[in-house]
């Protein structure tokens, strides 16, 4: 069974750096078979992708975030990571990862819980 | 990139077939066949409950349906239960830089 587990801070205070990880079980990053996302939610509203890696490093990442946003993998301990930088309380949401169908589709088909994370002083 | 039209809201009686309606344009509903939904309960992560239009995962009920027509995908719950009231999402691929949309969500309430 996949399992993706996020964690990391919940609280953020504004223009500093949200950094978050994803641990999978059940899976293996470097199998290549997959994409590994990161999707956020803003409370009370719809889903926002932010970005995926590829276990090789590839990256691509929304244009609207782009300017602050890193993701990276660590192969070894079957992770991978998200860096959301110059915070404000618009970047106040649930953050999930997801993992991501390849291959002439594209859909999420295992989610992690969520992490709330709030951008406050 | 705009986010996917759904309704707000949806609602129906137990038992009753209800449609939830994603709306596009030919630069990603209508122009590719990777339209999926989601299921989305208080406090949970969404579940894929359909991709690639019409295709089901594993373990999904069959209650569950997708379709597309033009711009417009559909998502249909037949045989409504209690237990199908949740938001629900719709996603697609797009051909603008953003890749993936999402839907702005329905709330499906069973009466």
């Known amino acids: 069974q996949v399992q993706l587990q996020e964690s990391g801070p919940g609280l953020v205070k504004p223009s500093q750096t949200l950094s978050l990880t994803c641990t999978v079980s059940g899976d293996s990053i470097s199998s290549g078979d997959y994409y590994w996302n990161w999707i956020r939610q803003h409370p009370g509203k719809g889903l926002e992708w932010i970005a995926y890696i590829y276990y090789s490093g590839n990256t691509y990442y929304n244009p609207s975030l782009k300017s602050r946003v890193s993701i990276s993998v660590d192969t070894s301990k079957n992770q991978f990571s998200l860096k959301l930088s110059s915070v404000t309380a618009a970047d106040t949401a649930v953050y999930y990862c997801a993992r991501g169908a390849r291959g002439y589709t594209y859909y999420f088909d295992y989610w992690g819980q969520g992490t709330l994370v709030t951008v406050s002083s | ?111």
Not at chain 2, 49 to 69: A, E, Q, T, W
Not at chain 2, 96 to 105: A, C, I
């Open chain 2, 1 to 111: 990139q705009s986010a996917l039209t759904q309704p707000a809201s949806v609602s129906g009686s137990p038992g009753q077939s209800i449609t939830i309606s994603c709306t596009g344009t030919s630069s990603d509903v209508g122009g590719y066949n990777y339209v999926s939904w989601y299921q989305q309960h208080p406090g949970k992560a969404p579940k894929v409950m359909i991709y690639d239009v019409s295709n089901r995962p594993s373990g999904v009920s069959n209650r569950f349906s997708g379709s597309k027509s033009g711009n417009t995908a559909s998502l249909t719950i037949s045989g409504l239960q209690a237990e199908d009231e949740a938001d629900y999402y719709c996603s697609s691929y797009t051909s603008s830089s953003t890749l993936y949309v999402f839907g702005t969500g329905t709330k499906v309430t069973v009466l």
